[in-house]
Nanobody
Framework: QVQLVESGGELVQAGGSLRLSCAPSGRTFRIYAMGWFRQAPGKEREFVAA????????DTADSVKGRFTISRDGAKNTVYLQMNSLKPEDTAVYYC?????????????????WGQGTQVTVSS
């Protein structure tokens, strides 16, 4: 079993930056590819970014490309989502997810473990 705990979400003005963190526990972090998803009120959960086991391969949704960066620190057992140039449409609950295997994925149901989510609110 893997427990995922996100942190870093808060209220920020448009154009600002935030860094979300996700710290898995319970199983070996390094065997999981990690992803970030988000869900805004009244909308479906959508893919944001993913990173493979080694950290050498990442994937980012077109809507955030050039503004958001996913990374992982094996020594700290933590995955990050650096969010710059935030826009009001980035407002959502952001979820960290983990999947067995080395390959990152954009498909939510391929992730077996999910965090409780952290709220990001961007004011205009």
């Amino acid at each position: 079993q893997v427990q995922l705990v996100e942190s870093g979400g808060e209220l920020v003005q448009a154009g600002g930056s935030l860094r979300l963190s996700c710290a898995p526990s319970g199983r070996t972090f390094r065997i999981y590819a990690m992803g970030w998803f988000r869900q805004a009120p009244g909308k479906e959960r959508e893919f944001v970014a993913a990173i493979n086991v080694s950290g050498r391969s990442t994937d980012t949704a077109d809507s955030v490309k050039g503004r958001f960066t996913i990374s992982r620190d094996g020594a700290k057992n933590t995955v990050y989502l650096q969010m710059n140039s935030l826009k009001p449409e980035d407002t959502a609950v952001y979820y960290c997810a983990a999947r067995l295997g080395g390959v990152n994925s954009r498909i939510a149901h391929e992730y077996a473990y999910w965090g409780q989510g952290t709220q990001v609110t961007v004011s205009s």
